[in-house]
């Protein structure tokens, strides 16, 4: 099942995503009624949260109107709307943290010039960004920031949400925790210097790094959530991601150095994790940085993950 968020009426609303179609949770819901004689008490809030495992108060009955239109191919095609033509929003909007993953395929780290081996041997290296300002949408501009516009690199990566409060979850109990997962683009500024003149301290480097995650719009998700339900395994996605029509970056979560699993299992010893939470995976190899090429005003950037669908943005100057 998949679930998206746009506007109708100038409202958010819940839909099915269909990939080139989406039909609103309501619409679905009355044709279901038409043609079965049956409801399926649904809401029209845009909370997808609502109808995702594993504790959402409407997931049955969304996976089982979503059941019936995978099986009755059509048969909501008079309420359907052409995905190209709406106004998709992000998924989760506020998620309580925005979790991210730096270095968790060998190749990304060992084309930046680091030791791949010895990061299988110690811990996954997590960061934040700010959801509020950092979150984007599918179709949305990517504004690249005046005070520093010219390494500006792409990172397409899995993202998990989280539906359960996780806190100390074994390895093998931590998919239990997972309501979906999305696409997330981990925009990255490569070279942001605040203050140029600054005197040098010792953690400048890390900390420029982290704070050139930090630019508003740089972190798009969506365009929808996939159950996880009906993705038992996050370990076999295939990943990509497009500058122009131009694959940059082509891998698999099989190559992930810490599994979804394991990266739950981690954060969730030492910090509680919410309904909502999103951890954004890390990216494969191929970005930007890697060949000194990096993002201009006008590049459409579109990051995809099978079986869950096809983020799209446009990178515009401040």
Excluded at 51 to 65: I, K, N, S, T, V
Excluded at 96 to 110: C, R, S, T, V
Excluded at 250 to 265: D, E, H, K, L, W
Aim: neutral net charge.
């Amino acid at each position: 099942m998949r679930l998206c968020r746009f506007i109708q009426d100038g409202e958010p609303r819940p839909a099915f995503y269909l990939d080139h179609h989406l039909v609103p949770l309501d619409a679905a819901a009355r044709v279901y009624r038409e043609r079965t004689h049956k409801d399926v008490p649904l809401p029209v809030a845009d909370d997808l949260m609502l109808y995702l495992p594993p504790d959402g108060r409407h997931f049955l009955a969304a996976r089982e109107l979503a059941d019936w239109i995978e099986k009755n191919t059509g048969v909501t095609d008079g309420a359907a709307l052409e995905t190209s033509k709406a106004r998709l929003l992000t998924p989760i909007p506020r998620p309580p943290k925005l979790l991210l993953l730096a270095g968790n395929y060998a190749a990304h780290i060992e084309e930046g010039g680091r030791n791949a081996v010895a990061r299988q041997k110690t811990f996954p290296y997590v960061f934040m960004k700010p959801p509020s300002t950092t979150l984007n949408h599918h179709e949305g501009l990517v504004t690249i920031p005046a005070v520093s516009p010219n390494f500006i690199d792409w990172e397409v990566e899995l993202g998990v949400i989280m539906g359960r409060r996780a806190r100390a979850v074994r390895e093998e109990d931590a998919l239990q925790f997972v309501a979906a997962y999305t696409v997330v683009n981990d925009i990255s500024d490569r070279r942001f210097r605040p203050n140029p003149g600054r005197e040098k301290r010792e953690q400048d480097q890390f900390f420029d790094w982290l704070h050139g995650k930090w630019h508003d719009s740089f972190c798009p998700a969506g365009p929808c959530v996939r159950s996880a339900d009906s993705l038992p395994d996050p370990q076999k996605l295939q990943l990509t991601l497009k500058v122009n029509g131009q694959v940059k970056q082509n891998a698999s979560t099989a190559q992930q150095i810490f599994s979804v699993a394991g990266v739950i299992a981690f954060i969730s010893s030492f910090v509680t994790l919410e309904p909502g939470d999103i951890i954004s995976t890390g990216t494969p190899s191929g970005v930007g940085n890697a060949t000194g090429t990096y993002l201009k005003p006008g590049d459409q950037v579109e990051a995809a993950i099978e079986g869950i669908g096809l983020l799209r943005n446009r990178m515009v100057a401040q």
